[in-house]
T-cell receptor, first 112, second 116 residues
Framework: DSGVTQTPKHLITATGQRVTLRCSPRSGDLSVYWYQQSLDQGLQFLIQ???????AKGNILERFSAQQFPDLHSELNLSSLELGDSALYFC???????????FGPGTRLTVL | AQKVTQAQTEISVVEKEDVTLDCVYETRDTTYYLFWYKQPPSGELVFLIR??????QNEISGRYSWNFQKSTSSFNFTITASQVVDSAVYFCALRMPGAGSYQLTFGKGTKLSVIP
């Protein structure tokens, strides 16, 4: 158990819908990262927050957004969902920017 | 641009055999970090090791060992006396420290199947 929690574990929704994925980092970790794992693209970095502020952006679509709250939990919002958004979404946390990232169990999103 | 290549898509070995998973990386920076993660069938990503670019010492942890060679830009992972529980997808990843850029760049992964 990495100490990073993600909810829900599974999510099934329809095209055009909006969903919110939630992540709680390990106790004391200030950095939260979101990654997407799909069959065709592999594991790709989406976005990083550090202590509530956006720190880095990767291949994140404009339909996707995230935030980190004062209690350090983070949410990833996915809107206008398309079939291609079906993937495993991971959240990771680290104590600082130069520390290893510990991953949550992931949220499997299926868009029908 | 940084890139990680894991040329072996799938490997099958018989239990108790040794197996080496290859990882080749590309980066123009002299300071960087390399990682290995394990993704068992249950789906979570498990951190195995972190190595910075200034530390070329090989590391051994039980049945696991890592060989880092800057001259060939490789960071290979060997499992000795493999066990069925080692069956998983293994990812090599690269990260470059820098202002605001701490994301991991992953290889495509190598699926290891250990047959009893």
């Amino acid at each position: 158990d990495s100490g990073v929690t993600q909810t829900p574990k599974h999510l099934i929704t329809a095209t055009g819908q909006r969903v919110t994925l939630r992540c709680s980092p390990r106790s004391g970790d200030l950095s939260v990262y979101w990654y997407q794992q799909s069959l065709d693209q592999g594991l790709q970095f989406l976005i990083q927050y550090y202590n509530g502020e956006e720190r880095a952006k990767g291949n994140i679509l404009e339909r996707f957004s995230a935030q980190q709250f004062p209690d350090l939990h983070s949410e990833l919002n996915l809107s206008s969902l398309e079939l291609g958004d079906s993937a495993l979404y991971f959240c990771a946390s680290s104590a600082g920017n130069n520390n290893e990232q510990f991953f949550g169990p992931g949220t499997r999103l299926t868009v029908l | 641009a940084q890139k990680v290549t894991q040329a072996q898509t799938e490997i099958s070995v018989v239990e108790k055999e040794d197996v080496t998973l290859d990882c080749v990386y590309e980066t123009r920076d002299t300071t960087y970090y390399l990682f290995w993660y394990k993704q068992p069938p249950s789906g979570e990503l498990v951190f195995l090791i972190r190595r910075n670019s200034f530390d070329e010492q090989n590391e051994i942890s039980g049945r696991y060992s890592w060989n880092f060679q800057k001259s060939t830009s490789s960071f290979n992972f060997t499992i000795t006396a493999s066990q069925v529980v080692d069956s998983a997808v293994y990812f090599c990843a690269l990260r470059m420290p820098g202002a605001g850029s701490y994301q991991l760049t992953f290889g495509k992964g190598t699926k290891l199947s250990v047959i009893p």
